[in-house]
């Protein structure tokens, strides 16, 4: 079993506003609701590649009764602490005459620390059944930047696998507490590791810089493809992969299907190369489609003979 963790969890709102305009009044010509936040999404894309999901965070009011019944509607498994206060709601307008997408997040619940605690209880449970954590996405209010970092802590010790997607803070103190692997696109490891990356060389540095700071594994997700830091047999190991670009209708999202494609094929016990490579096609699959983690899995295997993986020389043995 896997399980997605996201604490921010959210119900996404997608408006098709034909002449956007600022201060003007509009009548929208269609509009779809759906449950996410990052861990959501990752969920609903691994339940589509065929594996088992458990989605968990927490949800609050009558907008987070809406994430639940809408996960519930697509048979998405889910296991969510209720909180007092009301989950939020993200909307973003799509404008068809020129392409443009406005969105406006909400900032989201706060979280009180009992509920942390009836959180961390629920996760250490189904942690028992499971093989992997997936925690993606923003924290809400009133919750430490450190909390990720605990939880993979606590992981650890239960043995279960741990795959960290976020950024700033949280990932920053995540990533010291020594996470299985961690999957941050170019402005996210560029925070982390403190400068910019110029070129080529400079995001293979960069990965492994990601992992003498503590994660075992390093993945950077890049425009078309990424380049990761992993372990093959003891020892470090480099890779970059390629697709050629595609014309995205979406490009909300792609991380999270990169992330459900990885974890996808690691749970099948594939190798290191193949993971990736399956990552990237359904991150690039997934931008052929509106709404965040929806995948179609046969163009995804059509899409993978396009991707080229090359592994790059193998570096300092670790432990
Ligand atoms: N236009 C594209 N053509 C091909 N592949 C793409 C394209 N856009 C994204 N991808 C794939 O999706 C993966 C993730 O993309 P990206 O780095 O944009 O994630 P992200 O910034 O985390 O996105 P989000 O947070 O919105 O999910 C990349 O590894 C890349 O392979
Ligand atoms: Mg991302």
Redesign the pocket.
């Known amino acids: 079993m896997i399980i997605t963790v996201t604490l921010n969890a959210a119900i996404d709102k997608s408006l098709s506003v034909p002449n956007f305009r600022l201060g003007r009044r509009h009548r929208t010509v269609e509009q779809r609701t759906a449950a996410g936040g990052?861990g959501v999404?990752i969920a609903r894309a691994l339940k589509t590649l065929g594996q088992p999901v458990i989605a968990t965070g927490f949800a609050g009011g009558p907008t987070g009764t809406r994430i639940v019944d809408q996960l519930t509607e697509e048979s998405i498994l889910n296991d969510f602490v209720r909180i007092r206060e009301e989950s939020r709601t993200n909307t973003a307008v799509y404008d068809p005459t020129n392409g443009q997408q406005t969105e406006i997040n909400e900032r989201g619940p706060a979280v009180s620390a009992k509920e942390l605690e009836l959180f961390r209880d629920k996760l250490l449970y189904l942690a028992r059944g499971a093989d992997m954590v997936v925690i993606a996405g923003s924290l809400p209010r009133g919750v430490d930047a450190d909390v990720y970092a605990g939880l993979v802590r606590d992981l650890r010790k239960a043995g279960v696998l741990t795959v960290i997607?976020t950024d700033g803070e949280p990932l920053r103190h995540a990533v010291r507490a020594e996470p299985d692997v961690i999957?941050?696109?170019?402005?996210?490891a560029e925070e982390l590791v403190g400068h910019e990356f110029n070129d080529d060389e400079d995001r293979l540095i960069a990965v492994g810089e990601m992992v003498e700071q503590g994660a075992r594994e390093a993945i950077m997700?890049?425009?078309?493809?990424?380049v990761a830091c992993l372990r093959v047999d003891g020892h470090t190991q480099r890779f970059r992969?390629?697709?050629?670009?595609?014309?995205?209708v979406a490009?909300?999202?792609?991380?999270?299907?990169?992330l459900a494609g990885y974890v996808a094929a690691r749970y099948s016990g594939k190798p290191p190369a193949d993971c990736l490579a399956y990552?990237?096609?359904?991150?690039?699959e997934?931008?052929q489609h509106l709404g965040?983690g929806l995948v179609e899995p046969r163009e995804v295997d059509r899409l993978l003979s396009e991707v080229e993986v090359q592994t790059l020389a193998a570096s300092a043995e670790v432990g």
């Open positions: 990052k999404n997607d999957s941050p696109n170019v402005l996210e997700t890049l425009e078309a493809g990424c992969v390629s697709i050629p670009p595609r014309d995205a490009g909300v999202g792609a991380g999270d299907a990169f990552g990237v096609a359904c991150g690039a997934s931008t965040a």
